[in-house]
């Protein structure tokens, strides 16, 4: 079965504090995609990045930093230097390969509420 | 390039009644998604349409929850009668295609309250 565990609730940080979410996940196809989305207050979800099961190389945006490790079925997701506006609730979504017109729903955590104090 | 498009974006109801939910996708977008998303939970995935056909509708509660997509492009949702438990936003999304390799752009929602 499918399932997505992200086990912080709420982090309250600092401005310019570095912060790690974490986002541990379970399938058992060797062909899957992992996901993190954005919700800011007004709620429409952002997509910030995609990785699929083959690919574990870190990646890096800006302020933003993705560390795959398939040994360990985690994604985490890393903000450094953090603002104001980084705050939001992140999610983190898997979803397994469709073959041919099969569902590639995205299966969703429980998100991780993230609050920057000024 | 215009994203997706939902409304209405709040409604109330008391439980019993009827409420419809209306979504355009980004255009020339084939898949097109409903979500549930209740408090403090992730959105959960109610129906999946490739075209006007539908992909998946495992989750959808099929004896008060309808959906139709009927020329391949906008889409509606329909509760008939609503509970109290249905009280969630509901999130519309859409793809290129069908595909996990296909990024999923999100409307904004429509947060309804059922009293």
């Known amino acids: 079965a499918q399932k997505v565990t992200q086990a912080q609730t709420e982090i309250s940080v600092v401005e310019k504090e570095d912060v790690t979410l974490d986002c541990v996940y379970e399938?058992?196809?060797?062909?899957?995609?992992l996901f993190w989305y954005k919700q800011p207050p007004s709620g429409e979800l952002v997509f910030l990045i995609r990785?699929?099961?083959?690919?574990?190389q870190n990646e890096i945006s800006g302020r933003y930093s993705w560390n795959f490790q398939k040994s360990t079925s985690s994604f985490n997701f890393t903000i450094t230097a953090s603002q104001v506006v980084d705050s939001a609730v992140y999610f983190c979504a898997l979803s397994e390969e469709d073959y041919g017109g099969a569902t590639n729903k995205l299966i969703f955590g429980t998100g991780t509420l993230l609050a920057v104090q000024p | 390039e215009a994203g997706v498009a939902q409304s209405p974006r709040y409604k109330i109801i008391e439980k019993r009644q009827s409420v419809a939910f209306w979504c355009n996708p980004i255009?020339?977008?084939?898949?097109l998604y409903w979500y549930q998303q209740i408090l403090g939970q992730g959105p959960k995935l109610l129906i999946q349409?490739?075209?006007?056909?539908?992909?998946?509708d495992s989750q959808l509660p099929k004896d008060r929850f309808s959906a139709e997509r009927l020329k391949g492009v906008d889409s509606t949702l329909k509760i008939q009668p609503a509970k109290l438990e249905d009280s969630a936003v509901y999130l519309c999304?859409?793809?290129?295609?069908?595909?996990?390799?296909?990024?999923?752009?999100f409307g904004p929602g429509t947060r309804l309250t059922v009293t």
């Open positions: 999304a859409s793809s290129v295609t069908s595909g996990s390799s296909y990024e999923q752009y």
């Open positions: 349409f490739q075209n006007n056909g539908v992909v998946d």
């Open positions: 990785r699929n099961s083959f690919d574990e």
């Open positions: 399938t058992r196809d060797t062909t899957y995609y």
């Open positions: 255009s020339g977008h084939a898949t």
